[in-house]
């Protein structure tokens, strides 16, 4: 007989709990398990930090950004924490960004259930010729190593360049700040051990594309580089590995909105922010904003100083994000591709969606729709409430309240896609908006993601019971 809750010892009802929670319930509570033990280290453990006592909200709001990879912080982090205080953030940030599909899947595994990699994305799509019988652990372990591999390459590579930076002592130095670049680039975090991000790299594109790079490579997901792995090693064969549907839609997605990002900072900004930079530096920072704006969120320039058609296009690289399964947020450029598809196919008249040459199921296509539809009323819903919060901080000044409205559509993409840039306020925000966007960082992490699970998880087959009767409603 199953004991009374209230007689338990706290373990045993915490155990009781996390296995009462359904796996979306469970993924969202291991996030918010991180940043409560992130917020409590940073607040109790000694020699985290020098200077005045950190404050219980100054310490969640920078865990709750370092775990939700957003890279803010009310600190200069090179001078406030420690080497030990350092290494505090830089474990959140990575736990944080391998989260969404290794650390859910080993407290999945821990609590003896048994979960593939694939129900914990976003976009619920079927692998032909992939083993689903891979255990849980390893399977996490597997990505472990496959993401730290790729952060150790990435050091490597940005090791000797930071080493001749005047501003670092020495070798070990290098190495540390190498280190800590590659981790919350791959994840990516935006955060760097420089009070300007990375403007003092603007003349330095040995600096700024591995870290491009890295931040790419982190927003593409893990199904992405496993299917590259095995289309690689089966060259020469007869059967070559193909490319699933997915894989083709992140990889032209990508490409499409790098590309696009490149084109439109470079010619808006050529007169602009980039004015004092040389032609090569004008590209390679050009593709850098690209890049940043996908959710990383490292700067090279002044974002305070961009025109309206940059902050415009901005939003739009932010809103749309990475790739399901990776480390990067945002709408997914899956759901966008999916949204676009079957747009196209209303036009053409077709009665199926499909992408290079593939039917896409209409679940599937149901789940994107839902989801596009949920952050759409999530960022409208915030952006309204923003607006009320911080109504009265600008003196009733109607004028300079309408200046800052764009830094605050700006700031509420930003901080669902958890992104981390900004384009500054006149008028700080409150106590009332931090704790709004805090939320929002948390939804735009994990929200949509369970989400999208508990409606793969929850659907029934329409056979199975009753429904009502059918009318049409009239749309257009």
């Not at 009802?13 to 969202?28: A, C, E, K, N, T």
């Not at 050529?270 to 890049?291: E, H, T």
């Amino acid at each position: 007989m199953r004991p009374s809750f209230y007689r338990l010892n706290p373990f045993q009802r915490v155990v009781l709990f996390w296995r009462s929670l359904s796996l979306p319930g469970l993924f969202v509570a291991s996030f918010a398990f991180l940043i409560a033990l992130g917020t409590a280290g940073l607040c109790v453990l000694p020699g985290i930090y020098v200077g005045e006592r950190v404050s219980f909200w100054d310490a969640l709001f920078t865990m709750t950004h370092a775990v939700c990879l957003t890279g803010l912080t009310v600190f200069d982090v090179s001078k406030k924490f420690t080497f030990f205080g350092q290494l505090w953030l830089l474990l959140f940030i990575q736990m944080g960004g391998l989260g969404l599909f290794t650390f859910s899947s080993l407290i999945i595994g821990s609590l003896g259930r048994r979960m593939s990699i694939r129900s914990e994305l976003l976009t619920s799509t079927s692998l032909e010729g992939r083993s689903r019988s891979k255990d849980v652990g390893d399977l996490a372990r597997q990505v472990a190593r496959f993401a730290l591999l790729l952060e150790g390459v990435g050091a490597l590579i940005l090791w000797p360049q930071l080493v001749r930076e005047f501003s670092l002592r020495g070798i070990l130095d290098g190495l540390w700040n190498a280190v800590f670049l590659a981790i919350t680039a791959f994840c990516n975090a935006g955060l760097a051990l420089y009070p300007d991000s990375l403007a003092s790299f603007a003349r330095r594109p040995f600096v700024l594309l591995p870290i491009s790079i890295l931040v790419i490579l982190g927003g593409l997901g893990f199904l992405v580089f496993e299917e590259t792995i095995r289309w690689w090693k089966s060259r020469g064969a007869k059967c070559r590995q193909r490319f699933s549907t997915h894989s083709l839609c992140v990889f032209a997605v990508t490409g499409a909105l790098l590309l696009s990002g490149f084109l439109s900072f470079l010619i808006l900004e050529w007169s602009g922010v980039l004015a004092d930079f040389g032609i090569v530096d004008k590209i390679v920072n050009a593709f850098v904003m690209s890049v940043m704006s996908r959710t990383a969120g490292f700067t090279s320039v002044d974002y305070s100083l961009v025109s309206n058609e940059t902050a415009y296009m901005t939003i739009l690289l932010m809103f749309i994000g990475g790739s399901p399964g990776s480390t990067a947020s945002g709408l997914k450029t899956t759901t966008a591709a999916l949204i676009l598809a079957q747009a196209v196919a209303r036009i053409r008249g077709r009665r199926y969606v499909s992408m290079f040459h593939r039917t896409i199921s209409p679940s599937t296509v149901r789940r994107a729709t839902s989801s596009a539809l949920m952050t759409l009323m999530i960022l409208l819903f915030v952006l309204f409430l923003l607006s009320f919060t911080e109504r009265g901080l600008c003196g009733g000044d109607v004028a300079m309240a309408r200046k800052d409205f764009l830094p605050l559509i700006f700031e509420t993409v930003s901080a669902l896609s958890t992104v981390g840039l900004s384009l500054g306020f006149d008028c700080p925000l409150s106590h009332a908006g931090h704790v709004v966007l805090i939320i929002l960082m948390f939804i735009g992490r994990v929200g949509l993601v369970a989400f999208s699970a508990a409606i793969s998880l929850r659907e029934k087959d329409s056979l199975s019971g009753f429904r009502p009767a059918q009318e049409n409603v009239f749309i257009g």
